[in-house]
């Protein structure tokens, strides 16, 4: 047992055995106002003493322990706004880094060469062969890059999910309606 709590029992056990019962409370005085000959004054007060020295003690310690858990939790309560912040400034600087989409793939053929190289349905386009969000006017500028790029692999950009996907789609003739396979619609921005 710790010297502390050795001490504590000793003074709670030197109180009620051998005193009779005496307690922190009880008078140590008679009716008449003189000391108890029955008890061991010295030891009782003594006993006491020691009882309340531990009991400050005990105080001191549980407060320096709240304290503890207080900042404890401040660190951990101002980690987690930094971690939410930081997470936030990512996502935002993530979003902000992300090209201006100028097209949308509003419908893929299966089978297509558009739906071979990976396209999806609602994929936004941001680059498609040399046509992006500052050189693009109309479809027709992505109608004359398939043209030209019949049967030779185009590179194109599409943000997916909010993130960027580059799709290696080359325009071919295959079973269906024209070149990709696939319809295209300008975005309103």
Known sequence: MPAPQRCAAVAVTRLCHPQKGVGMHEPLVDAEGFPRSDIDLY????????????????????????????????????????????????????????????????????????????????????EFGSVNANNFQNLQNIATVVQHSEGRPLSVTVIRGGRRVHVGLTPKRWAGKGLLGCNIIPLQR
């Open 43 to 126: 030891q009782v007060r003594t006993a006491r003493h020691n009882i309340i020295c531990l009991q400050n003690d005990h105080k001191a310690v549980m407060k320096q322990v709240e304290e503890a858990l207080h900042k404890l939790h401040a660190r951990e309560k101002e980690k987690h706004a930094r971690d939410e912040a930081e997470a936030l400034a990512e996502a935002m600087s993530q979003s902000q880094s992300l090209p201006q989409a100028f097209a949308k793939v509003n419908s893929v053929s299966p089978g297509s060469p558009a739906s071979v190289s990976g396209l999806q349905v609602d994929d936004e386009i941001v």
